[in-house]
């Protein structure tokens, strides 16, 4: 199977299975990445590695007429932000893996809200691609238990591995899924996560601080402390009655530091300054 390959290395596995499966990539189409929290060098690696053009813009109709003259039998999408359309006369295959048990999560990422919701499951999909996001019939759908300890990070890699047996699924099997792909029906959609639902809300419960830092991971959590910024990726707390103002630094040794909750306390030890300028993005 001739494919063309359009993310980053979010789910970029997705790229390297398909190729260990025997599938041939004739192109890769990426997008400018930060490098903070958005990366393509493996991939964009990977692909000059096998001398295939890479292409960093919008997939344009002048392009998917490309991938027919180039053969193309598929379109794979996992990470890409822009929508595509009209494919149909130029690939017999066009397909996303989008990180959410659809219909449930239609959305730019919503793995943050997955945790912040207290989900007790989660998935990853493949879906055919439609004139809207995320809503195209189901090819495959993996699930999963989430911890009531979850964090982005751990989900991330869960989502990860998971697109990983489910890009096998479709290497072996492709005709016969998309033959029998099931519409989704009725769904949800999630928007991109706000700086409010970003930022850590002092006056909750240590449970409800932990779990907004467990979010967003690496991905960092907003928080002020007294009257300082703070990006927050890792932290631990118990609860205590005490008469401190919830967001008071009330103790600190060399890094870490120890913040009053509504209901206790929450010892920081993951964090960075803010920096003013651009926001960071997510």
Known sequence: MRFAFAGID???????????????????????????????????????????????????????AGLKALRCDALVVAGYPWLVKGWEPHVPYAFNFHPSPLPHGRGPYPLFKAILDELPEWGVTAHALEPFFDTGPILTQARFALSPQETHDTLLAKCQMAAKGMAIHLAEDLPRLWREARPQGSGSYWPRITQSERTVRWTGSVDEVLRTIRAFGSIEAFAQVDSRYLYLWEASGWPETHDFRPGTLVHRHRRHMVVAARDGFVQITGWSPYAPGPARST
């Not at 004739?26 to 001398?51: H, M, Q, W």
């Open 10 to 64: 979010f789910l970029g596995d997705v790229f390297e299975t398909l190729i260990d499966r025997g599938w041939q990539p004739v192109k890769l189409f990426s997008r400018p990445c930060d490098g903070i929290y958005d990366f393509n060098e493996a991939t964009v690696s990977r692909a000059r590695s096998l001398r295939l053009p890479i292409q960093m813009s919008r997939i344009l109709p002048s392009d998917l």
